[in-house]
């Protein structure tokens, strides 16, 4: 089955009851037994929930893995991966991450004796120099957010699969339309659903795809014992999602170019991060195992300014200034005092994280709109 038609009947099939051909939302916590332990299959709400189960089956199918986790947001789904790990494990992490991943990181998973290593990845080789018997878990994001860094999985899943280390790679700005890491080798597969796969702004969720049944079995138990599911409603707003993954994204992947090249020729631009430039590092390894290179991009206007960057993102108008990416609408931000602020300045700076640089999530709205907008802006 292709990837456009796995998003609509990928591991779904209509409703046992009734045949409906959304899955319904069983909004209950519990459910009838005729005997102690005598149930259909599910029992407590925690635990399974049909709704829930339907996301978490077209979870797997869409990133053609076994296994899927539908949790109550991305941070919960990592908190669950980094429960995997004890005092005195140690983990080698993106240096170029999401600020709330960091966050947990640094104040929650330091604090319970797990020792953090942030490595620039953008040559793969770099990450054995970190290696060592206390590894357990090589963290990677790519693209990187917000500096649009490229890292090689299947590289990267070599490194692991030699020295016995997990890969878990946060797919969220690929999603699985662009990029499937576990067929390129990692063995855990991570997605802010909030992002692209919910796609509309609406809800907020976490997912995660394996296809090791062992490796499911113990996220499964630490979901059911942690509790950070989503809930039934959540679920069919993401099942809904999934089903027009593949065509946003098209047309994602079109503005973005074509907005892309609007800032790289715009005489107030100093540099825009997009990794499908054949001048970006690793474009070669981006072309290589992405189908395309999305509608996430960042950007530093001339001079590298605070004042000016603050300027353009609060004059645009049909880009909203606001937390977020990867639904139908536009977004824009400033990464160092909104997604990243909580990473300390001199260590986010050293990444390209400065005080100018501007991230925008390209939406689905018209090519010359939005061009049109941050001309104006930029004026």
Request: aromatic content about 8%; overall charge negative.
């Amino acid at each position: 089955m292709k990837f456009n038609t796995k998003t609509i009947h990928g591991k779904q099939h209509p409703d046992f009851a009734y045949g409906a051909v959304m899955p319904p939302i069983y909004q209950t916590s519990t459910y009838a037994q005729t005997t102690p332990g005598g149930h259909k299959g599910f029992e407590y709400s925690r635990t399974h929930n049909p709704t829930r189960q339907a996301l978490e089956n077209a979870f797997a199918s869409i990133e053609n893995g076994e296994f899927g986790l539908a949790f109550g947001s991305g941070l919960a789904a990592i908190d669950a991966v980094m429960k995997l790990l004890k005092p005195g494990d140690e983990v080698i992490s993106t240096n170029d991450l999401y600020g709330g991943t960091y966050r947990l990181f640094t104040s929650i998973f330091e604090g319970f004796g797990i020792k953090f290593h942030f490595v620039g990845m953008n040559n793969a080789a770099n990450i054995e120099n970190f290696v060592n018997d206390n590894t357990k878990l090589i963290w990677v994001e790519t693209p990187t957010n917000p500096m649009l860094n490229i890292i090689d999985i299947k590289a990267t899943a070599t490194i692991a699969k030699k020295h016995n280390i997990l890969l878990a790679v946060d797919n969220t700005f690929a999603t699985p339309y662009l990029q499937q890491p576990l067929d390129l080798g990692a063995d855990i597969v991570m997605h802010s659903a909030t992002k692209y796969i919910g796609g509309h702004s609406d809800l907020v969720m976490g997912a995660l795809i394996v296809s090791d049944k062992d490796l499911a079995n113990r996220l499964y138990f630490i979901q059911n014992a942690s509790g950070a599911i989503c809930g039934p409603q959540d679920a069919f707003l993401a099942l809904r999602g999934i089903k027009t993954l593949h065509v946003r994204m098209q047309r994602h992947c079109e503005n973005g170019k074509a907005v892309a090249n609007y800032l790289a020729s715009h005489p107030k631009v100093e540099k825009v991060y997009w990794p499908g430039f054949e001048n970006h590092p690793n474009h070669s390894i981006a072309k290589s195992q992405m189908n395309d290179f999305g509608g996430m991009m960042s950007f530093n206007t001339k001079g590298n300014n605070y004042e000016d960057a603050i300027k353009v993102v609060e004059n645009l108008k049909i880009f909203t200034l606001a937390e977020s990416l990867g639904g139908v609408e536009s977004l824009a931000g400033h990464p160092a005092s909104m997604t990243h602020a909580s990473i300390p300045r001199e260590e986010r700076i050293k990444t390209g994280v400065v005080d100018s640089l501007i991230r925008l999530s390209v939406g689905i709205e018209d090519e010359e709109d939005l061009i049109n907008d941050l001309k104006q802006a930029l004026g």
